[in-house]
Nanobody, 125 residues
């Protein structure tokens, strides 16, 4: 069982930046799918960014060019750099991993096994 813990959320104004971190209790295979999802009040959870085998990456259209996903395999950590934040980016942000030795291509529908508890991001206008 892998436990994921997110941090770095907070409240910022439009145009601000935040950096989210997700640390795993044990190693996530470097070829696994590991990503960020978010859920706004009253809305379904949606994929934000995912990194897969060969360090391939998928972003949702709504965050392309503003958010950057990265990971540090040695630290069992996943990051999400969020710039030019908008009110519509508000929500609970979760990290999740498939829990496999290989996952490709990057997808938001990867039957993710492990989920964190989430960290809240609030962007005010």
């Amino acid at each position: 069982q892998v436990h994921l813990m997110e941090s770095g959320g907070g409240s910022v104004q439009t145009g601000g930046s935040l950096r989210l971190s997700c640390v795993a209790s044990s190693s996530i295979h470097h070829q696994d799918c590991w990503g960020w999802f978010r859920q706004a009040p009253g809305k379904e959870r949606e994929g934000v960014a995912v990194i897969a085998a060969y360090d391939t990456i998928k972003y949702s259209d709504s965050v392309k060019g503003r958010f950057t996903i990265s990971k540090d395999n040695a630290k069992n950590a996943l990051y999400l750099e969020m710039n030019s934040l908008k009110p519509e980016d508000t929500g609970m942000y979760f990290c999740a991993a498939r829990g496999d030795d290989f996952c490709y291509p990057p997808t938001f529908s990867a039957d993710l096994l492990y989920w964190g508890q989430g960290t809240q991001v609030t962007v005010s206008s």
